[in-house]
């Protein structure tokens, strides 16, 4: 009974995201000049996705023991995480400040 309700519940959830996506790429072919903002800021995510991890390095994998199944790949994207992460709070931060300090000067 358990194994029934969750399979029911996993492909619940499959047509919702299904659904999710349809309506979002609808939306981007009818009225593209309202969505072209939020593609632009998609695009620059995945750009700054990608500049982390052609900058990471997967090397330290070797400083953990085998049993924690380290692999040079997983280190690498745990890498770009950071690197995407770190980027990010940047960009925040001065933004924030650049915000800020143009509302003293106005």
């Known amino acids: 009974m358990i194994d029934t309700g969750i399979i029911l519940t996993y492909i619940m959830i499959g047509i919702c995201v299904a659904a999710i996506a349809g309506f979002a790429i609808a939306k981007v072919f009818t009225h593209f000049s309202k969505v072209k903002n939020a593609l632009i800021g998609i695009a620059l995510l995945l750009v700054i996705f990608f500049i982390g991890y052609s900058i990471a390095d997967g090397s330290d994998y ?21 690197t995407t992460f770190y980027v990010l709070a940047l960009l925040s931060v001065l933004s924030i400040l650049y915000v800020e300090v143009s509302k003293i000067f106005k």
Request: proline share 5%; charged share 15%.
């Open 62 to 82: 070797v400083n953990y023991p085998a049993s924690m199944g380290i692999t040079e790949a997983k280190s690498k994207m745990v890498g770009t995480g950071l």
